[in-house]
């Protein structure tokens, strides 16, 4: 099956710097990659999302990259804000002859102090 | 509000013991996907249903199961609880295909004692 991998576990930035974190996927017919954010104590909630028929795509603060050939995608927030402090979560889908599941990575802590 | 309600909010319960957890998914979603979260093992796949049917299954323990019925929403039913069955358990729903949305419940926070 699908094996999501995502680094760092944990990430420290100043307000205003940007982040980057980093997923790898292992089945290569993988098309379709979100990403949710969770705040403490709250439901994750998709943030954006990317289909493998792109290599990149944004929304105004956000965006994701996408390289199929090295089977790895990875979030960018800019000018990042105390706000956007939360678990960042990665995915991929999980193909079985019965049906189709995301899988998670283990999850990014970003801390954004002021 | 992501229309996906999930009942109880939450629950302890002693080892041993048995739990149902529920969830409604959002109005038309066919799809209901079964997640436990536990603190250091982020988001782990159980079981999901399409239309009252079993589709796909991650690492869900023998212990546990799951139903969708008729009017689609489900039950996860877990057995035997150990005191590692504590966890957050989500409930996410979408129309059918895992390329959208999915839609998560605010979660069942089980705690066995």
């Known amino acids: 099956g699908e094996n999501v991998e995502q680094h760092p576990s944990t990430l420290s930035v100043q307000e205003g710097d940007s982040a980057v974190i980093k997923c790898t996927y292992s089945?290569?017919?993988?098309?379709?990659f979100p990403w949710y954010k969770q705040e403490l104590g709250k439901r994750p909630q998709l943030i954006i999302d990317i289909r493998s028929n792109v290599g990149e795509k944004k929304d105004q603060r956000i965006a994701v990259t996408l390289n199929k050939t090295a089977k790895h995608f990875s979030l960018h927030i800019t000018e990042t804000q105390p706000e956007d402090s939360a678990v960042y979560f990665c995915a991929a889908p999980q193909r079985s002859q019965a049906g189709t599941a995301l899988i998670f990575g283990k999850g990014t802590t970003l801390s954004v102090s002021s | 509000d992501s229309g996906v309600t999930q009942t109880p909010k939450h629950l302890i319960t002693a080892t041993g013991q048995r739990v149902t957890l529920r969830c409604s998914p959002r109005?038309?979603?066919?799809?209901v996907y079964w997640y436990q979260q536990s603190l250091d093992q982020g988001l782990q796949f159980l079981i999901q249903?399409?239309?009252?049917?079993?589709?796909a299954k991650g690492n869900i323990l023998e212990r546990f199961s799951a139903q969708q019925f008729p009017d689609l929403h489900s039950e996860l039913n877990l057995s035997s609880l150990e005191l590692g069955d504590s966890a957050l358990y989500f409930c996410a729903s979408n129309e059918g295909t895992v390329n959208t949305e999915a839609f998560f419940g605010q979660g069942t926070r089980l705690t066995v004692v």
């Open positions: 109005s038309g979603d066919l799809s």
């Open positions: 089945d290569s017919a993988s098309n379709y």
């Open positions: 249903y399409y239309n009252g049917e079993e589709r």
